[in-house]
């Protein structure tokens, strides 16, 4: 995906704003250029799932392409500040999640998880559905959207993008720029919270 340097950036980062206006400065070594190309490789890799997250948050893909439009736009802006970050993917997921924050906000709605139908399957999977008749699959289902909205939010983010999302734990702690022991922590942590506030047993081992 190619970005406007030019694009007018409404929203900028706290930190961010300690940079010139007028974007990263210009050198005759060709800075910029290199620069431009890192970004490009960096989204590269991250679009994909940056716009599935999105799609999960905000309900349909035009909204989501807005929504990660406007964080590669304050990436790229700023792309040299975002460099000297102890970690880019924790800093660039910040800004999505920023982003996302702010559509919902702005078109006054809620993450549109409970509609997402890749969710939908997982969380049928999760509660054994077939043992149940389908009204209290139903009730179950809604217990736990909720439980999951209550989540903190690294454990939250893990839950929509392991489940949800299927990506394996590695691709999670990439993404968001922690380890992989750290995403499995958020796991257990947001199962057993999910178990005791479902008043289910609680799972003996991940799956």
Do not use: N
């Not at 991250?46 to 905000?58: F, S």
């Not at 998880?113 to 209290?136: G, Y």
């Amino acid at each position: 995906m190619q970005v406007d340097p030019e694009r007018p950036v409404v929203r900028v980062s706290q930190g961010a704003q300690d940079l010139d206006d007028h974007g990263p400065p210009v050198s005759p070594d060709g800075t910029v250029h290199r620069l431009a190309l890192t970004f490009d490789a960096f989204d590269a890799r991250h679009h994909t799932l940056w716009l599935r997250y999105a799609h999960t948050q905000v309900g349909g893909r035009d909204a989501a392409e807005t929504v990660v439009d406007a964080t590669c736009a304050r990436l790229l802006e700023h792309w040299p500040h975002v460099l000297t970050q102890e970690s880019v993917a924790r800093y660039a997921w910040a800004l999505l999640k920023e982003e996302v924050a702010w559509w919902l906000d702005d078109h006054d709605m809620e993450p549109a998880l409970v509609d997402t139908a890749a969710f939908h399957a997982a969380v049928r999977k999760l509660l054994d559905h077939e043992k149940r008749d389908q009204f209290d699959v139903l009730q179950r289902e809604i217990g736990l959207y909720r439980a999951i909205s209550r989540l903190p939010e690294r454990q939250y983010d893990v839950v929509v993008l392991r489940y949800a999302l299927q990506i394996p734990d590695e691709e999670v702690a990439e993404y968001m720029g922690i380890e992989v022991a750290t995403v499995r922590s958020h796991v257990r942590h947001a199962r057993r919270r999910l178990a005791r506030d479902l008043d289910v047993r609680a799972p003996e081992r991940e799956e």
